[in-house]
Structures are given as structure tokens and as C-alpha cells.
């Protein structure tokens, strides 16, 4: 059983930085593909990154190119997201999930194809 749990969210000014965690208390870790997802107040959720088992390749939704970084850790079953130049449209509740079926997918179509899901950690950036 993979359970997810999200920590690393807070308020921080435009420009700032943040590092999100995720860490999977299963066994299975290292069998997923692991991706990260947004939600804003009042809109639907997104795909903000995604990596495939092994780490080597990542991807990114285009709002997040240049500023994010996903990377993960399998010795420590654990998957992060770096977040630098943070701008007040980032704000939200950010999601880590597990995939089988849909690595490197982050389309709103493709987040049924994501199997497990944290609760989230609330990320606020102000201008």
C-alpha cells in the first residue's frame, strides 16, 4: 500500500523559494512513476511536474520550466519539488501521486491514470 504525505508548503514572498517533500511510508516506492499537481481556489487542479522510476527523466508543465525542480530519491523514498522565483499565481494546494500507467503525464485527462494521492501542503506566495 503506498500512503503519501506532502510536507515543506508555506508563505513566502515573490521570488522566494520553497522545497516540497513527499514521502511514501510503502514499500513500492520505487515502482512508480511520481508526479506533482496544483490546485488553486476556485480552479481545477494541474499537472505542475512528473518523473519516471528511476529519476532520469523529468517533466514540466510550461507555467513551471526554468523555475521548478522535480527530483526523487529512492534510497529514501522520497520525492521533491524545488521551487525557485515563486509568483503569487503558484499559490495553492499542491498534491503528490503515483502512477503505473501514466508516467511523464500531466494533462487534467491523464490524473485518473495517477493511483495514489497525498493530501496536500498549502503553498502561498504574496506580491
Known amino acids: 500500500q503506498v500512503q503519501l504525505v506532502e510536507s515543506g508548503g508555506g508563505s513566502v514572498q515573490a521570488g522566494g523559494s520553497l522545497r516540497l517533500s513527499c514521502a511514501d511510508s510503502?514499500?513500492?516506492?520505487?515502482?512508480?512513476?511520481m508526479g506533482w499537481f496544483r490546485q488553486a481556489p476556485g480552479k481545477e487542479r494541474e499537472g505542475v511536474a512528473a518523473?519516471?522510476?528511476?529519476?532520469?527523466?523529468?517533466y514540466y508543465a510550461d507555467s513551471v520550466k526554468g523555475r521548478f525542480t522535480i527530483s526523487r530519491d529512492n534510497a529514501k523514498n522520497t520525492l521533491y519539488l524545488h521551487m525557485n522565483s515563486l509568483k503569487p499565481e503558484d499559490t495553492g494546494m499542491y498534491y503528490c501521486?503515483?502512477?503505473?500507467?501514466?508516467?511523464?503525464?500531466?494533462?487534467?485527462?491523464?490524473?485518473?491514470?495517477?493511483?495514489?494521492w497525498g493530501q496536500g501542503t498549502q503553498v502561498t506566495v504574496s506580491s
Open positions: 501521486a503515483a502512477t503505473y500507467l501514466g508516467c511523464g503525464e500531466l494533462s487534467r485527462g491523464a490524473q485518473y491514470k495517477y493511483n495514489y
Open positions: 510503502g514499500y513500492t516506492y520505487s515502482s512508480y512513476c
Open positions: 518523473i519516471s522510476l528511476g529519476g532520469d527523466r523529468t
